[in-house]
């Protein structure tokens, strides 16, 4: 899951690239962190809110910047943790859009409700 570039800078990392990158090589699967970006950030915390506002504070939050890679492709996306599966949906748009013929998704954990 890409960060945006200001949450990136203040963390200093992005654990799910951290994660992509072991499965990657146990996986002996491509990696492709360029072609999907986040263009807007959202509040630093998101605990709290419903799956609407979590939806909300995501919406048009990612863009497909090199389409051709991923025009037909089936694409899995990594992240840390799925709580409402908002930002999961806001990237699997971006990608849908994109040409992108499947998307899956993996998580590390399950949020509690």
Same mark, same amino acid.
């Given at each position: 899951?890409?960060?945006?570039?200001?949450?990136?800078?203040?963390?200093?990392?992005?654990?799910?690239?951290?994660?992509?990158?072991?499965?990657?090589?146990?996986?002996?699967?491509?990696?492709?962190?360029?072609?999907?970006?986040?263009?807007?950030?959202? +509040?630093?915390?998101?605990?709290?809110?419903?799956?609407?506002?979590?939806?909300?504070?995501?919406?048009?939050?990612? +863009?497909?910047?090199?389409?051709?890679?991923?025009?037909?492709?089936?694409?899995?996306?990594?992240?840390?943790?799925?709580?409402?599966?908002?930002?999961?949906?806001?990237?699997? +748009?971006?990608?849908?859009?994109?040409?992108?013929?499947?998307?899956?998704?993996?998580?590390?954990?399950?949020?509690?409700?």
């Amino acid at each position: 899951m890409p960060l945006h570039a200001g949450r990136l800078k203040t963390r200093g990392f992005n654990q799910a690239s951290i994660m992509v990158q072991s499965l990657s090589k146990s996986l002996q699967l491509p990696v492709d962190e360029v072609s999907l970006v986040r263009v807007s950030g959202s +509040e630093k915390y998101r605990a709290g809110l419903d799956a609407k506002g979590r939806l909300d504070t995501v919406a048009g939050a990612f +863009e497909v910047r090199h389409p051709r890679l991923v025009e037909g492709e089936d694409i899995m996306l990594i992240d840390d943790v799925f709580t409402t599966g908002a930002t999961v949906s806001a990237c699997a +748009e971006a990608l849908f859009a994109a040409g992108a013929r499947t998307v899956f998704v993996l998580t590390l954990a399950r949020a509690r409700r």
